[in-house]
């Protein structure tokens, strides 16, 4: 998508050859209207798909995912990181991999909130190795629910993520896609 990666290249901070800092428009301070503009693009893309529930995960992928639930005209559900294993039954939960902080948390989402009636489109912001997204879809599979594919704003293609979730056979739509960057020369988008 030409305006986010227009965005990208104007604001996006490459902080080294693996993270790119977005918090300018994207992760801090947020473009609601380019955020609008991007849901409207995924609603282009999964106009077929009949989605009425929108999952993402705490705490990034929620501005994103909220407004694309108002595109789609449906929930928006988000994965709450919980501080210790949920053994009263009333959550669908899975362990989650931080790209950012390296270190291992648990994810939930209430079974009120996620079931076999959902056609679900998971949002999130980067992807980078895979792990919020496969954590995501663990859930959607635990619910029973219908996984339509994922919407993604920045995917870095030179990570593992997006080939190992593709090759298991889901959509992954994603609006800017880097195929490489570096602080020096900059940032290569792949179409
Ligand atoms: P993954 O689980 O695919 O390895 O990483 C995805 C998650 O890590 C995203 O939800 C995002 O919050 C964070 N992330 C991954 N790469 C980057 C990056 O380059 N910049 C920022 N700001 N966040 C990232």
New binding site residues.
């Given amino acids: 998508m030409r305006l986010l990666e227009e965005r990208i290249i104007k604001d996006g901070l490459v902080l080294s050859d693996?993270?790119?800092?977005?918090d300018s428009f994207l992760?801090h301070q947020i473009d609601v209207r380019l955020l609008a503009e991007m849901a409207k693009e995924w609603k282009r893309r999964f106009s077929s798909d009949q989605v009425n529930k929108i999952l993402t995960?705490e705490a990034?992928?929620i501005a994103i995912a909220c407004i694309a639930a108002e595109i789609f005209d449906c929930p928006l559900v988000f994965a709450k990181k919980a501080l210790t294993r949920n053994i009263a039954g009333a959550f669908f939960q899975t362990s989650?991999t931080?790209?950012?902080h390296e270190t291992v948390y648990e994810v939930i989402v209430s079974k009120r909130f996620l079931g076999p009636d959902d056609r679900v489109l998971i949002i999130?912001?980067?992807?980078?190795?895979?792990?919020?997204?496969t954590g995501l879809v663990k859930l959607v599979k635990q619910a029973g629910a219908t996984l339509v594919g994922c919407g993604i704003a920045i995917e870095?293609s030179f990570?593992k993520?997006g080939d190992r979730l593709r090759k298991e056979g889901i959509r992954i739509e994603s609006l800017a896609r880097i195929r490489s960057m570096n602080q020096d020369s900059g940032i290569e988008f792949e179409h």
């Fill in positions: 693996e993270v790119l800092k977005v992760n995960i990034s992928g989650v931080s790209f950012t999130d912001d980067f992807l980078a190795n895979g792990a919020a997204l870095k990570q993520g």
